[in-house]
């Protein structure tokens, strides 16, 4: 348990993040920190790298809406500090507290206190005794048997609880040490790419090397590392767990089709201004944008609500059905005000508010006549293979 949060031993997947706030700074922390938790994160850390810092964490954590780990980088006696103000959780890295009487000293402060840690060993900053050892280089085994050194000084005072980390920024090299530590160990692990970097690139990478463990079994709580908002990393937290059905949704899901030639409408600026109109709000449904009537509603039946565009009008369907047709500038609200219905009072009375059959024959019309206009080809790759033909046949 970190505070009131369980992690491993079958419990949901945790999302954690970092604030990036000076821990001295309690208001400021604090502001971050609920951010955090609005947009997903379960368990945030906080440096302690500082008595000022263990000082702040002494306000932040009775006010957290969520449990506080505190991040302890060199000095053993910041995390005995941090253990006085309260945190709910320490993040020890291997590499940076070497020395086993500070090692254990702090664990047997846990121990009695009930307190879990993280045994973060991060490829960047591994002890140079195993760097050597394992010939100069970060290897899965060297970050492995840090852990495992880790944990056997944990073990000579009778503490165990403990989940660990072996992040590297090599994604190849976090998956394979993760995969060797599941082998080796059945404690909670906490799985990340480490120094991420800015979007998109950080966040494929950190989707890469956590997703291809979480889908192998191996992992109970994440973090994504990037360098941005650490909103960023909650929110993209949450909606990985939820597209891998780890995690019961939340917010709206918001698909849309890619757009092709038989769109009706711009599919992007659409999707984009329904995303923006959605924002955080806690509605948990499937929405779908799709750029027409002729394949939108069935390509997305599954979905709890949606629109379709076709001539100049939106086609919205619930569950497939369609159910109204709005003038194409009444789009997005019309499908705001259909989520928050059926939301409140479930998909039947919304569809009892509507003719059903009215709206589906206007439907068909627009596709009927969108199919006269563009035939099956809306792309005209036909008539485009045509042409190439005759260019290259001269
Ligand atoms: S056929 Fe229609 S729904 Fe499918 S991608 Fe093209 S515009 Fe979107």
Same mark, same amino acid.
């Given at each position: ?20 706030t000076?821990?001295?700074?309690? =208001?400021?922390?604090?502001q ?12 945030v850390r906080?440096?302690?790298? !500082?008595?000022?810092?263990?000082e ?17 980088h @060199? ?10 103000a /309260? ?17 254990k ?8 206190? /009930? ?10 900053s ?7 050892k ?12 840090? $852990?495992?050194?880790e ?28 995969r060797?530590?599941? =082998?080796?160990t ?8 480490? =120094? $991420? ?6 966040l494929?990478?950190a ?22 908002d650490?909103v960023?990393?909650?929110r ?7 597209a891998?059905g780890l ?10 089709c ?33 750029g ?6 069935g ?6 609500? /949606? ?5 100049r009008?939106? @086609?919205?369907?619930?569950?497939g059905?369609?159910?109204a ?33 009215k709206?589906?024959? !206007? $439907?068909?019309k ?27 046949? /001269?």
């Amino acid at each position: 348990m970190v505070g009131n949060v369980p992690v491993g031993g079958g419990a949901p997947i945790t999302v954690q993040s970092m604030t990036i706030t000076k821990t001295a700074d309690v =208001e400021g922390t604090l502001q971050q920190i609920y951010g955090l938790a609005a947009a997903g994160a379960d368990i945030v850390r906080c440096t302690c790298n !500082e008595v000022e810092a263990a000082e702040g964490l002494a306000q932040i954590v009775p006010r957290s809406p969520v449990p506080i780990v505190a991040d302890i980088h @060199h000095q053993h006696r910041m995390a005995l500090a941090a253990l006085e103000a /309260g945190v709910q959780c320490l993040r020890l890295n291997p590499g940076n507290i070497r020395k086993p009487e500070h090692i254990k000293l702090v664990a047997q402060e846990c121990r009695d206190r /009930g307190i879990p840690i993280r045994i973060g060993v991060n490829g960047g900053s591994l002890d140079p005794a195993l760097y050597e050892k394992h010939g100069g280089k970060v290897t899965p085994e060297a970050m492995v048997e840090s $852990a495992q050194q880790e944990l056997a000084y944990f073990a000579e005072v009778g503490f165990e609880d403990v989940k660990i980390s072996v992040k590297a920024s090599s994604v190849p090299l976090m998956i394979e040490a993760y995969r060797q530590l599941a =082998e080796v160990t059945d404690h909670p692990l906490h799985l990340g790419v480490t =120094e $991420a970097g800015p979007l998109p690139g950080g966040l494929l990478k950190a989707t890469a090397g956590i997703s291809t463990l979480l889908a192998e079994g191996i992992g109970d709580t994440i973090r994504y590392s990037l360098t941005a908002d650490p909103v960023e990393e909650a929110r993209a937290g949450r909606q990985l767990l939820e597209a891998l059905g780890l995690r019961e949704r939340k917010n709206i899901d918001l698909i849309a089709c890619p757009s092709c030639g038989r769109a009706e409408i711009d599919v992007i600026g659409v999707a984009a201004e329904a995303q923006a109109a959605f924002g955080e709000r806690e509605i948990p449904l499937q929405v779908a944008v799709m750029g027409c009537v002729v394949n939108g509603p069935g390509e997305a039946r599954d979905a709890d609500l /949606g629109i379709a565009a076709g001539r100049r009008r939106g @086609h919205l369907f619930v569950k497939g059905r369609n159910v109204a047709v709005v003038p194409e500038d009444e789009m997005v609200p019309t499908l705001v005000e259909w989520a928050e219905f059926i939301h409140e009072h479930g998909v039947e009375a919304a569809v009892a508010r509507v003719d059903t059959e009215k709206a589906a024959r !206007e $439907a068909e019309k627009d596709r009927a006549a969108l199919l006269a206009e563009q035939g099956a080809d809306a792309n005209a790759s036909e008539q485009k293979v045509d042409l190439i033909h005759k260019r290259v046949e /001269g």
